[in-house]
């Protein structure tokens, strides 16, 4: 069974930083896209960064361009979202997604082109 696993939010300060994981089993990220959404309450679920894999391509939104960074790990399987300098604005429900093939880059933070989700987990930064 494919499955994503997000983990890793949580309470911080504005300005801190944290780190999310999203764990991968029943495929490999050898040929996939993955990417990191968020959805803010009364709020639309919005494209944050991707990474595709086969030409380490990577894509995020102007709101956290030079804060996040994504990265992953072939040997865990594993995809990161590492959040600094964070604002209260970047709270929300984080969801990983992946999709197997070529997503042309203008797309890559699109959620239609994902088919592989994972639950969320909530970022809150609050002081």
């Known amino acids: 069974e494919v499955q994503l696993q997000a983990s890793g939010g949580g309470l911080v300060q504005p300005g801190g930083s944290l780190r999310l994981s999203c764990a991968a089993s029943g495929f490999t990220f050898s040929s996939y896209t993955m990417s990191w959404f968020r959805q803010a309450p009364g709020s639309e679920r919005e494209g944050v960064s991707a990474f595709r894999k086969w030409d380490a391509v990577t894509n995020y939104a102007d709101a956290v361009k030079g804060r996040f960074t994504i990265t992953y790990s072939n040997a865990l399987n594993t995809v990161y979202l590492q959040m600094n300098s964070l604002r209260p604005e970047d709270s929300g429900l984080y969801y990983c997604?992946?999709?197997?093939?070529?997503?042309?880059?203008?797309?890559?933070?699109?959620?239609?082109?994902?088919?592989?989700w994972g639950q969320g987990t909530l970022v809150t930064v609050s002081s």
């Open positions: 997604a992946g999709d197997v093939g070529h997503i042309t880059y203008t797309r890559m933070l699109d959620e239609d082109e994902y088919s592989i």
